[in-house]
């Protein structure tokens, strides 16, 4: 791969109105970026922080769920909120009421979701390959958000044979978005294999107005240097990397800060058991702040016990109690039989995490691929497609 230079390589990134300090995004993921997640990895370093996707019939419902996955603590300065619709209308209902009831600062429409209860119904990723339904959702989107920055983030595409994120990317710059961001994997490879990088760097070369975002097999700050210097993409997107490793974004933050020379070289981040269990710690107490119960929030803590331990070397039992963990003071008796000297294991707590999945058959509606245009057919499947389901 050819290196290309960006003029962003080590500055700020610019979206609209909106400067960020380094030019790093938070992915959207669902069940993972709510209020709690975003805060803890804002205590941590700099960068734009996004909601997990919201669907936007939910919202102009104002469904109970959809409210409250709105919500932004004071102290995000900068209120960035992903949507998914696959109706040009709803969509702009949607954004309108978002602008409207001063919710948002920044508003992300997904194309991306690889999920197949959504591409199923032509939602996600799979929605780029009707060309027209692409264009006049992201058309509406935008004259909707006005002044308010609107952004998108798809796939390279379906599959190898029908790809589409030149020409979508081309269509959303000519609509007007703030930044178009593209994970370098199609919908059928899921999370599969290794991210096409090439494919950002072909965006970027085709893009010519709006800032371009990298997504994909961002395990640490060197690779996101490394990506933004072979693609010469704007900013990075930030995904699976950082579950469990908050901390991957002052390292991120400290990276991108030495490099144009703010700050002296320095060290990555080397967390000690004992930093793990306090960043652990502080996470569950956000958590409880945000869900209405600390039983609903100790729930939620335990899918993210794996990820916080990776390469440590903690028990199995004990590893397994904390996946069951039923209060605050339950995960503290826990954590309090860690030796919390423990040094980082280096190798072993880096690189993927998160789960990859195989590569498959996308998931589309009956003919979806016979035409780039909606037929009466594909009509009646996205009618269905606005469900609670996210992914990137």
């Given at each position: 791969m050819t290196t290309v230079e960006s003029p962003a390589r080590a500055g700020n990134l610019t979206i609209g109105p909106i400067e960020v300090d380094v030019p790093v995004v938070l992915a959207p993921m669902a069940g993972i970026?709510?209020?709690?997640?975003?805060?803890?990895?804002?205590?941590?370093?700099?960068?734009?922080?996004?909601?997990?996707?919201?669907?936007?019939?939910?919202?102009?419902?104002?469904?109970?769920?959809?409210?409250?996955?709105?919500?932004?603590?004071?102290?995000?300065?900068?209120?960035?909120?992903?949507?998914?619709?696959?109706?040009?209308?709803?969509?702009?209902?949607a954004v309108t009421m978002l602008v409207a009831e001063n919710r948002a600062d920044h508003i992300d429409l997904n194309f991306g979701c690889p999920v197949p209860k959504v591409t199923r119904k032509g939602g996600g990723a799979a929605?780029?390959?009707?060309?027209?339904?692409?264009?006049?959702?992201?058309e509406e989107a935008v004259k909707a958000a006005g002044d308010v920055p609107l952004t998108i983030k798809m796939r390279k595409g379906i599959d190898s044979d029908h790809l589409t994120y030149i020409e979508a990317g081309k269509a959303a710059e000519g609509a007007g978005?703030?930044?178009?961001?593209?994970h370098g994997r199609t919908a059928s490879e899921f999370y599969s294999g290794q991210a096409d990088w090439n494919a950002i760097a072909e965006l970027k070369n085709a893009i010519t107005s709006t800032p371009v975002l990298g997504n994909g097999d961002i395990w640490s700050a060197e690779d996101a240097l490394r990506m933004m210097d072979e693609t010469g993409c704007d900013g990075v997107v930030v995904g699976r990397g950082c579950l469990g490793r908050p901390w991957l974004f002052a390292d991120l933050t400290a990276a991108f800060?030495?490099?144009?020379?703010?700050?002296?070289?320095?060290?990555?981040?080397?967390?000690?058991?004992?930093?793990?269990?306090?960043?652990?710690?502080?996470?569950?107490?956000?958590?409880?702040?945000?869900?209405?119960?600390?039983?609903?929030?100790?729930?939620?803590?335990?899918?993210?016990?794996?990820?916080?331990?990776?390469?440590?070397?903690?028990?199995?039992?004990?590893?397994?109690?904390?996946?069951?963990?039923?209060?605050?003071?339950?995960?503290?008796?826990?954590?309090?039989?860690?030796?919390?000297?423990?040094?980082?294991?280096?190798?072993?707590?880096?690189?993927?995490?998160?789960?990859?999945?195989?590569?498959?058959?996308?998931?589309?509606?009956?003919?979806?691929?016979?035409?780039?245009?909606?037929?009466?057919?594909?009509?009646?499947?996205?009618?269905?497609?606005?469900?609670?389901?996210?992914?990137?």
């Open positions: 970026t709510n209020t709690a997640y975003r805060r803890l990895c804002r205590e941590n370093g700099t960068g734009l922080f996004v909601s997990e996707m919201i669907t936007s019939r939910a919202l102009v419902e104002r469904t109970p769920g959809s409210m409250q996955l709105i919500q932004h603590h004071e102290s995000e300065s900068i209120r960035s909120i992903q949507l998914y619709g696959v109706d040009p209308k709803t969509v702009s209902e929605l780029p390959w009707k060309r027209t339904l692409f264009r006049n959702i992201v978005v703030a930044s178009i961001a593209l800060r030495e490099r144009a020379g703010l700050i002296p070289a320095g060290t990555r981040a080397a967390p000690d058991l004992g930093h793990v269990a306090a960043t652990l710690r502080r996470h569950a107490e956000l958590l409880v702040e945000f869900f209405p119960s600390e039983e609903h929030a100790c729930r939620d803590i335990r899918k993210h016990i794996a990820w916080y331990f990776k390469g440590y070397p903690v028990g199995g039992e004990l590893r397994s109690q904390m996946a069951q963990v039923t209060s605050l003071q339950h995960l503290d008796d826990l954590l309090g039989q860690l030796d919390w000297s423990m040094p980082y294991p280096g190798e072993g707590a880096e690189g993927p995490r998160g789960r990859a999945g195989t590569p498959k058959r996308t998931a589309l509606p009956d003919k979806w691929l016979e035409s780039r245009e909606l037929s009466e057919n594909d009509q009646c499947a996205v009618a269905g497609a606005e469900i609670e389901a996210s992914g990137g």
